[in-house]
């Protein structure tokens, strides 16, 4: 397992994030995974006894559950919490009272709070904004979360499935008050979703942000189990239910079988190419997995010992390839001629 620098910080994580979000089964989680006390110790301490040193859960992943059998997790192996690198998340609806939700600075102390007791800890390493909250001000939140940081309950702050305009706009406003700013990026990217590319992962390398990758098997399309033949996978599997994240199938099918050729050639599962490229694309910091069980969970660590070829990340690149949305093909096209000889 390697480790790299989050963005800009000192702070070294894991090529490869666990991921928590099957812990649990409450509510409109129960297709993603229903992982109880048991199950969830072990997949924690085969990640750790890997390598694995970051994790990550939400305040809304079964609606707590999924931090408090995280917490549980930590006391019961006994782990190191200075040796672990724990990240959680708010923004989504965490009860029918009408400031239950949201980036208020109201919501943002109380559900940390809350976070903090569910993990049984004394502060978290990362605490990411969940998503876009369109009534609350963005000075508000970066203030909100900029004092939270000084309170010491939390260490750094990122921030997920923000448009790029509004994770520039907050790093401009943080900045110009000298307040923490965002140091993470967790967003949806994988081989069937690639629009990450356009202009949050240019804005990540840009203003040297962690980028951390979610779903990187779209759910569990991309481990091999779909196919043109086998549009369900069976036992259980989360996609047959619960069609998450959106992408297009079609050429999902067509990634699959390139996958299934390169995945021969390699001595691995197609879920470890899927894997593999998107470790190896540049601008990546760590990898979120999501596995149902222990066999997956091996296998998907196994994927940081798969290093593609050119040729191989060339043939993926290709059938995964979209039509750029505007400006950005205008921006390739009119950007190739700038260095002299560059467009021959
Ligand atoms: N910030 C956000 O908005 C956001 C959103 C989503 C997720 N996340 C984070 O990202 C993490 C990972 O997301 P994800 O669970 O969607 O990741 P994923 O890798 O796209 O999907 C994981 C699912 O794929 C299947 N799978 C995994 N490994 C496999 C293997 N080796 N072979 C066959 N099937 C395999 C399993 O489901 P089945 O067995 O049921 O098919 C597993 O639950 C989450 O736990 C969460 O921490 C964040």
Same mark, same amino acid.
């Given at each position: 397992?390697?480790?790299?620098?989050?963005?800009?910080?000192?702070?070294?994580?894991?090529?490869?994030?666990?991921?928590?979000?099957?812990?649990?089964?409450?509510?409109?989680?129960?297709?993603?995974?229903?992982?109880?006390?048991?199950?969830?110790?072990?997949?924690?301490?085969?990640?750790?006894?890997?390598?694995?040193?970051?994790?990550?859960?939400?305040?809304?992943?079964?609606?707590?559950?999924?931090?408090?059998?995280?917490?549980?997790?930590?006391?019961?192996?006994?782990?190191?919490?200075?040796?672990?690198?724990?990240?959680?998340?708010?923004?989504?609806?965490?009860?029918?009272?009408?400031?239950? !939700?949201?980036?208020?600075?109201?919501?943002?102390?109380?559900?940390?709070?809350?976070?903090?007791?569910?993990?049984?800890? #004394?502060?978290?390493?990362?605490?990411?904004?969940?998503?876009?909250?369109? +009534?609350?001000?963005?000075?508000?939140?970066?203030? %909100?979360?900029?004092?939270?940081?000084?309170?010491?309950?939390?260490?750094?702050?990122?921030?997920?499935?923000?448009?790029?305009?509004?994770?520039?706009?907050?790093?401009?406003?943080?900045? !110009?008050? %000298?307040?923490?700013?965002?140091?993470?990026?967790?967003?949806?990217?994988?081989?069937? %979703?690639?629009?990450?590319?356009?202009?949050?992962?240019?804005?990540?390398?840009?203003?040297?942000?962690?980028?951390?990758?979610?779903?990187?098997?779209?759910?569990?399309?991309?481990?091999?189990?779909?196919?043109?033949?086998?549009?369900?996978?069976?036992?259980?599997?989360?996609?047959?239910?619960?069609?998450?994240?959106?992408?297009?199938?079609?050429?999902?099918? #067509?990634?699959?079988?390139?996958?299934?050729?390169?995945?021969?050639?390699?001595?691995?599962? +197609?879920?470890?190419?899927?894997?593999?490229?998107?470790?190896?694309?540049?601008?990546?910091?760590?990898?979120?997995?999501?596995?149902?069980?222990?066999?997956?969970?091996?296998?998907?660590?196994?994927?940081?010992?798969?290093?593609?070829?050119?040729?191989?990340?060339?043939?993926?690149?290709? +059938?995964?390839?979209?039509?750029?949305?505007?400006?950005?093909?205008?921006?390739?096209?009119?950007?190739?001629?700038?260095?002299? %000889?560059?467009?021959?």
């Amino acid at each position: 397992m390697k480790y790299n620098l989050l963005g800009n910080t000192g702070l070294l994580v894991s090529e490869l994030c666990f991921g928590t979000m099957t812990f649990g089964g409450e509510g409109m989680w129960e297709h993603v995974g229903k992982q109880q006390q048991g199950e969830a110790d072990e997949l924690i301490k085969k990640s750790v006894d890997s390598g694995i040193n970051f994790i990550d859960t939400a305040n809304v992943y079964s609606f707590g559950q999924s931090e408090t059998i995280l917490g549980n997790s930590i006391k019961n192996l006994d782990l190191n919490r200075d040796e672990l690198v724990i990240a959680t998340k708010l923004r989504g609806k965490m009860g029918d009272q009408p400031n239950n !939700q949201g980036l208020s600075r109201y919501h943002i102390f109380n559900s940390v709070e809350k976070s903090l007791n569910r993990l049984q800890l #004394d502060h978290i390493d990362l605490l990411y904004v969940h998503g876009v909250d369109s +009534v609350t001000s963005i000075r508000e939140i970066m203030r %909100g979360l900029n004092d939270i940081v000084e309170s010491g309950k939390v260490r750094y702050v990122g921030v997920c499935n923000w448009p790029a305009w509004m994770v520039m706009k907050a790093l401009g406003i943080a900045r !110009q008050e %000298g307040w923490h700013e965002f140091k993470a990026m967790q967003y949806f990217y994988s081989l069937s %979703g690639r629009d990450a590319e356009d202009a949050l992962i240019p804005l990540s390398q840009s203003e040297k942000l962690g980028f951390m990758p979610w779903s990187p098997l779209a759910g569990g399309f991309l481990s091999g189990k779909y196919t043109r033949d086998n549009e369900k996978a069976g036992g259980g599997s989360r996609r047959d239910e619960f069609d998450f994240p959106p992408i297009n199938k079609e050429q999902t099918y #067509d990634i699959v079988d390139v996958m299934e050729e390169i995945a021969e050639n390699q001595d691995c599962s +197609v879920a470890e190419v899927a894997l593999a490229w998107v470790r190896l694309q540049s601008g990546v910091t760590s990898t979120i997995i999501g596995t149902k069980n222990i066999t997956q969970l091996e296998s998907n660590i196994n994927s940081t010992n798969v290093d593609l070829t050119d040729d191989e990340l060339s043939e993926l690149n290709k +059938v995964s390839s979209t039509t750029k949305r505007y400006p950005f093909w205008m921006v390739d096209r009119q950007d190739s001629d700038r260095i002299p %000889g560059s467009n021959e």
